[in-house]
């Protein structure tokens, strides 16, 4: 439940890459972009910061680890290959009423974690930043590696449950059901919406 937004709260959008956003997921994904492009709005109408994120992970530390299920080539060569082939497709590219505005804030991670190897955590603090909307695919993976970093930095979290998704329904579950509440609270696009003009 929504009790609060804090004075300065920035949007985080994780990962709305046409490489990611395509493909089956648990909700229709042109919904999700349609929420998460509609907190975008009210932000910027509010003149809060936005912040929009992607990945690229390919040639990362973390994608050269040992794993049972790995997508990303180990090899130099590969990974060239494999970057080539998914910049020519757009995997990259934020979709369409997501892509980032001139004063919108972009950052690129190569991990889960937004907060990660990147200066997310600089740019918010140079804001006074202190409560964070987070939104994006996937629910379980970029979504909560973000948030669970922002929640050890301190921030007070808010999930736009309506505005992010996953691949697999009980991984998206697991997470507004048993981590989410733990670490922040959960919230529909209209309840966060009609709360940004009365914040404190």
Known sequence: MLTALDKQTALVLIDLQKGIVNGDKAHPTPTIIHNASRLKAAFRQERLPVIVVHVEPIGAPASLVRSEKSNF???????????????????????????PESDDIQI???TWDAFYNTSLHEELQ???ITGIVLAG????????????????????????????TDIVAAAHHNSLTYIFPRIGEL??????????PDRT
Do not use: C, H, W
């Not at 130099?76 to 934020?94: E, K, S, T, V, Y």
């Not at 909560?144 to 999930?159: C, D, P």
């Open 137 to 164: 695919i996937s629910t379980s993976i970029g979504v909560e590696g973000t948030a669970r970093s922002a929640n050890e930095r301190g921030y007070n979290l808010t999930f736009a449950t309506d505005a992010m």
């Open 126 to 128: 140079k804001l006074n």
């Open 187 to 196: 919230a529909t696009t209209d309840e966060i919406i009609a709360m940004l």
């Open 73 to 99: 080539p180990k090899d130099a060569a590969g990974q060239q290959q494999a970057l080539d082939i998914m910049r020519a497709a757009g995997f990259f590219d934020i979709v369409e009423p997501i892509k």
């Open 108 to 110: 690129t991670k190569e």
